[in-house]
Structure formats: structure tokens, C-alpha cells
């Protein structure tokens, strides 16, 4: 156990608590009363006196609170000296993450070149001679120009009570062929181009060609065209302003027929004279009605020796028809029968009835005036 020392640093202090606690020790220190008289003591040594005090001063703070003084040789405990703080690790940015590199898709290993297979040797180019260069499609008015036009030579009249009819071929011929048309009518230009093609392949004894006016009322511009007609016809010039016509049929002003007539190459004074005249429209009329009679209420029709075709079916159609009934009537020739009781006879079996045969034998075949 360690032993108890006083600190010199208390020994003044403790000088001056004896002094204040003297009467307590009994060392002849003065006090205000006093006990009863003694014998005096020995001096004290100061020493002693001083060892004394502390003793006593340590026994009363010893009561309060004791404390217990290191030995002067225990070495003391060292106080551990406080480290600076080692600076905090700075926290390092988190970067953003850097997406991964898109992994490269594996193409497919391309398989290996297929070796070229040999082809046959190409034989050597023969040159073709360079055809002729195309020739432009004319106007329709040049285009009527342009066609064979070699029949007109052979263009003729079909006598009737009224007047002639425009026609192509003998008076004589063993067939007769009324062609019933309208100037407005769409089909009808099929047809005249159609039976246009049929006028070389038959001889002028054979078939004559007889044009036949049937203006329709529901064209309203028929009916001054089909004059018109007529009126280069008195010229000679029927079958050029029929082309010219046809081939401009929705351009039909008074104006275009005086121009087509004048292409045609009739006199312009005379063709106007002769639209005005009255034996030319009665002649369009008279036309007009034997059509209707004969049953020929469309265009275009076709009388062929007094059979009546309504519509038009083919240039061949029509060919055919024309050749049968060259055969029937040579027959009837051949018989002994004359070429102008041929007709009749072949009129008389061509027609649908009796009444329909008499309309074909008094206005077409007669040349009789018919009216509405």
C-alpha cells in the first residue's frame, strides 16, 4: 500500500489551520476562556508540530473525503496523446456509367461464291435492216384523203321520181344494195367505212351501192347535213363531202358543211343555191319516209334485193349477204329470167311480208315519192 505523504505545497496551509485549531491540540495558544490551570508542557519541536498537524488535518479531510496520494516512485500513467485526425478519405464522384458497347452482331458467314456457270457462246447479231420510220396518224380530214378512193370512178346515179340517189355500180347489176344512213349517227361512220372497203371487191354488174338519206329526228343537225349532202351531189361531189362529213361528224355548224363542200371542190354559190332549194329537202324527205315504211326505223339499215338488215354487224356480214344473194339471183338469170324480174321475184322472197315487199317494190326499186 502506498505510503501516505503531506504535499509541501500544504504545509503552509496547514501552519495556519494549527494555529486556528491550537486550543483543540493544547499547545498553550490564548482563548477567550480557559480550562482549569495544568501543568505546563514541554516545548514542542517544530517538526513534530508540523507532523502533528498534518496527521490531524489528513484525519479530518481523510472523514470528508479521502484521497489517496500516488507514491512518488509509481511511475505515472502516461496520458495517451490524441492523434490528429487523419483528414477524411475524400468520397470519390460516381461517375455515370458508361453503357456497354453494343456487341456486334455475328453476320451470318457468307457461303462461298458460286462458280459462274458457263453460258452457252451467244451467236452473232445479224443485222435487220432499219424498218421505214412510222408515219404519223393524219387529221381526220387529211385521213379521208388518204384512203382508196380508186371506186369513185365508178360512182353512178339511182334514178327515182324525185331525183337521183348517190350511187357506185351499174344500174344493172344483178344486186342492189340501199344503204340507209344518218350523218350524226356513230355507227353509221363504222358502216360507210366498212362498205367503202366492200366497193372494189365487187364488179358494177355485180352489186350497185345506193345511198339512202333517213335523218333521224332525234339528230338534230341530220337533217340540214343530209341536204347538204345532196346539194355537192348536184355537183358530182356526193362521196368526197360523205368522207369529209364522217370523218368531222360532231363538227356541223353551217359554216363546216360550206367548208367541207369547198374541200369536196363544189362551187360555194351554186352549193348554197341548191341547200335552199325545195326539190332538195322534198328529195331527203321523200328518202325519210319510204325508210320508215319499209321498216327501217334505225341506222343504219341495208336492203339487199328488198332483205332488210338493220344494224350493222361486220364488213363481212354484210359481204356475205351480198355474195349469197349474187349467187340466187344468177340463178334466176340463168333460167332464163330477166335481170329486172329477178329483183322482184328476190324482193318478193327477201321480205318479212307481203306489205313490206310492195313499200320495197314502189319507193326503192320504183323510185315512187314517199311521205310521212
Known amino acids: 500500500m502506498a505510503e501516505t505523504k503531506t504535499n509541501p505545497m500544504l ?8 494555529v486556528a485549531l491550537g486550543a483543540g491540540l493544547g499547545y498553550g495558544l490564548t482563548t477567550c476562556c480557559r480550562t482549569p490551570a495544568q501543568a505546563p508542557a514541554a516545548p514542542l519541536d517544530a517538526d513534530r508540530l508540523a507532523d502533528a498537524v498534518a496527521a490531524r488535518v489528513a484525519e479530518k479531510l481523510a472523514a470528508a473525503a479521502p484521497v489517496a496520494v500516488a507514491d512518488a516512485k509509481a511511475p505515472a500513467t502516461p496520458v495517451e496523446e490524441k492523434k490528429p485526425e487523419a483528414p477524411a ?3 470519390e464522384e460516381k461517375k455515370p456509367e458508361t453503357p456497354p458497347a453494343p456487341v456486334e452482331e455475328k453476320k451470318p458467314e457468307t457461303s462461298a461464291t458460286p462458280v459462274e456457270e458457263k453460258k452457252p457462246e451467244t451467236p452473232p447479231v445479224v443485222a435487220q435492216p ?12 387529211e385521213a379521208a384523203a388518204l384512203k382508196d378512193t380508186s371506186w369513185l370512178s365508178r360512182s353512178s346515179r339511182y334514178a327515182t321520181k324525185l331525183g337521183p340517189s348517190p350511187a ?26 366498212g362498205i367503202e372497203e366492200l366497193f372494189p371487191q365487187f364488179k358494177d354488174d355485180e352489186v350497185q351501192w345506193i ?8 339528230h338534230q343537225k341530220a337533217l340540214p347535213i343530209a341536204v347538204a349532202s345532196m346539194a355537192a351531189f348536184q355537183q358530182g361531189k356526193f362521196w368526197e363531202f360523205h368522207d369529209l362529213m364522217f370523218a368531222n361528224q360532231w363538227a356541223a355548224e353551217p359554216e363546216d358543211l360550206s367548208t367541207y363542200a369547198q374541200k369536196a371542190g363544189v362551187d360555194l354559190a351554186k352549193f348554197r343555191v341548191d ?3 325545195p326539190e332538195t329537202l322534198a328529195k331527203v324527205r321523200s328518202d325519210q319516209a319510204a325508210s320508215e315504211k319499209v321498216g327501217a326505223r334505225g341506222t343504219p339499215s341495208f336492203l339487199i334485193n328488198g332483205r332488210l338488215q338493220v344494224g350493222w354487224g361486220s364488213t363481212a356480214g354484210i359481204g356475205s349477204m351480198v355474195r349469197t344473194e349474187i349467187d340466187q339471183v344468177k340463178s ?26 310492195q313499200v320495197y317494190l314502189a319507193h326503192f326499186l320504183g323510185g315512187e315519192p314517199a311521205t310521212r
Open 275 to 277: 341547200q335552199q332549194a
Open 130 to 141: 432499219t424498218p421505214p420510220p412510222s408515219v404519223p396518224t393524219p387529221p381526220p380530214a
Open 332 to 357: 334466176l338469170v340463168s333460167g332464163g329470167m330477166s335481170v329486172e324480174d329477178a329483183w322482184k321475184k328476190r324482193a318478193e322472197m327477201n321480205a318479212e311480208n307481203p306489205e313490206q315487199a
Open 89 to 91: 478519405t475524400p468520397v
Open 168 to 193: 357506185v355500180g351499174s344500174d344493172q347489176a344483178l344486186v342492189k344494195v340501199f344503204v340507209i344512213s344518218d350523218f350524226q349517227c356513230p355507227v353509221c361512220k363504222r358502216a360507210a367505212d
Open 11 to 18: 504545509t503552509p496551509i496547514l501552519l495556519l489551520v494549527a
Open 211 to 218: 345511198f339512202w338519206q333517213n335523218p333521224l329526228d332525234m
